[in-house]
Each structure stands twice: as C-alpha cells, then as structure tokens.
C-alpha cells in the first residue's frame, strides 16, 4: 500500500489550528484551563478531576462548560 504525502496546506492549516487553541486555552483562568486539560488530554471524568482538585463536581463541571463555550466563540470569531 502506498501512502501519500501529507498535504502541507492543510497541515499549515492543522497547526495554525493547533496554535490558535493553545492561544485561547492559556488565557483561560488557571484552574479552569487546567479541568479541560485533565477532561480532554488526560481522559479524566469530572468526578475525577473534582476529586483531584478538591472542588465540587458542580464547580468543575461550569468550569469545563463555560471553558468550551469560550473555546468555542473565540475560534469562531478567529475563523
């Protein structure tokens, strides 16, 4: 099986993504920034990550949503 080369405009595409991301996820308030990275890069569930953090599971669940809602808006508003 032969398998292509990637095509570099969509992986300059892919990694101006990728940046605009970790743009908008650093300027995240801290404890938040950090649940959305337990949920989304470590896997963890949001008991879990209430757990880990010591923060009701209320808490941490408004943290992650509000986090993706603004995730959201601002690659939205980027595009």
């Known amino acids: 099986m032969i398998c292509s080369a990637p095509n570099p405009e969509a992986l300059a595409q892919q990694e101006s993504r990728a940046a605009s991301v970790r ?3 650093g300027a995240l308030p801290d404890r938040q920034r950090r649940a ?3 949920a989304y890069f470590e896997g963890m569930t949001h008991s ?3 757990e880990s953090m ?3 599971l209320g808490t941490v669940k408004s943290w ?3 986090g993706l809602l603004r995730l959201r808006q601002e ?3 980027a595009s």
Do not use: C, F, G, Q
């Open 23 to 25: 743009s908008v996820l």
């Open 36 to 38: 959305i990275e337990l």
């Open 48 to 50: 879990e990550i209430a």
């Open 54 to 56: 010591s923060e009701p």
């Open 64 to 66: 992650i949503r509000n």
């Open 75 to 77: 690659l939205e508003a």
